[in-house]
Nanobody, 122 residues
Framework: VQLQASGGGLVQAGGSLRLSCAAS????????IGWFRQAPGKEREFVAG????????YNTDATKGRFTISRDSAKNTVYLYMNSLKPEDTGVYYC????????????????WGKGTQVTVSS
């Protein structure tokens, strides 16, 4: 089982990125998927998630309507679209898969991918 997050990079404030979470050995349709991020010196925080039902859930304080999570079943991939990026969005972004729809805690997830770095310059 492997999750791979990709799509990070360096972007100017106000720019956009699309992060991808691709899976092998795991059908993402049968899992809740969450995106987390960790900024330097800070704890990992929940950003967005998509439930088994397909419903989405966001950390509204962090995303403020700027991020959208979606699932592409044909590609077994979950995306995080990030718009109007701010320097405070900088961090390593991780995707995770789990069976709990509670979603916001790291302990809700069984599988984690290696992160992808997002750096937003001012």
């Amino acid at each position: 089982v492997q999750l791979q997050a990709s799509g990070g990079g360096l972007v100017q404030a106000g720019g956009s990125l699309r992060l991808s979470c691709a899976a092998s050995g795991l059908n993402l349709d049968y899992y809740a998927i969450g995106w987390f991020r960790q900024a330097p010196g800070k704890e990992r925080e929940f950003v967005a998630g998509i439930r088994l039902s397909g419903g989405t859930f966001y950390n509204t304080d962090a995303t403020k309507g700027r991020f959208t999570i979606s699932r592409d079943s044909a590609k077994n991939t979950v995306y995080l679209y990030m718009n109007s990026l701010k320097p405070e969005d900088t961090g390593v972004y991780y995707c995770a898969a789990g069976l709990s729809d509670t979603m916001t805690s790291s302990s809700d997830y069984n599988y984690w991918g290696k992160g992808t770095q997002v750096t937003v310059s001012s």
